[in-house]
């Protein structure tokens, strides 16, 4: 088992969450150094009418509140898929020490599949980055959700 497997089982469940208001299955949670989960969230942008209401952006803007910090550079984003450029560019911002992701996202990925945002040497951080972890079971949520919508 990959050490990432545990905290990435927590992100699916909160993704399980997102489709009951109409939500796209995306899930994601802040992992402190211990491993302990200390924010998570899905989704959200149809259940509040905000574009910005990604589960990456959503579980950062906890995580830091619950610190009491927007400094989250001993913590870890494990998220279900590959983060847009809005979430890529928040993950830097607020220093995230490490990126874990399982489904890669040829559409929209700005991590790996169209750009690398994250790892851009003019930036001043750049997360460790962890790609594909249980990458069938992330995009296989999202396969049967857009199945459904068709």
């Known amino acids: ?15 399980r969450l997102a489709p009951v208001h109409a939500d796209v299955p995306i899930g994601a949670v802040v992992v402190d150094r211990t491993g302990a989960v200390i924010a998570r ?3 959200e942008r149809e259940a509040s009418g905000d574009p910005t209401a990604h589960a990456e ?13 927007w400094r989250l550079d001993d913590c870890t984003l494990v998220v279900t898929l590959e ?17 874990v992701f399982g489904a890669y996202d040829p559409k929209a990925g700005a ?8 790892r851009d040497p003019r930036l ?3 997360p460790e980055v962890v790609g594909g972890i249980d990458e069938a079971a ?5 396969q049967d959700f857009f ?4």
């Open 1 to 15: 088992m990959n050490r990432w497997e545990p905290a990435m089982a927590e992100a699916l469940a909160e993704a």
């Open 41 to 43: 969230a899905h989704n």
């Open 57 to 69: 952006v959503l579980a950062l803007r906890r995580a830091s509140a619950l610190r009491g910090s």
């Open 83 to 99: 983060p847009c450029t809005m979430c890529a560019g928040a993950l830097v911002l607020a220093r995230v020490g490490r990126l």
């Open 111 to 118: 991590v790996a599949s169209l750009w690398d945002v994250v």
């Open 124 to 126: 001043n951080h750049r």
């Open 138 to 142: 992330c995009g296989q949520l999202l």
């Open 147 to 150: 199945s459904a919508h068709r």
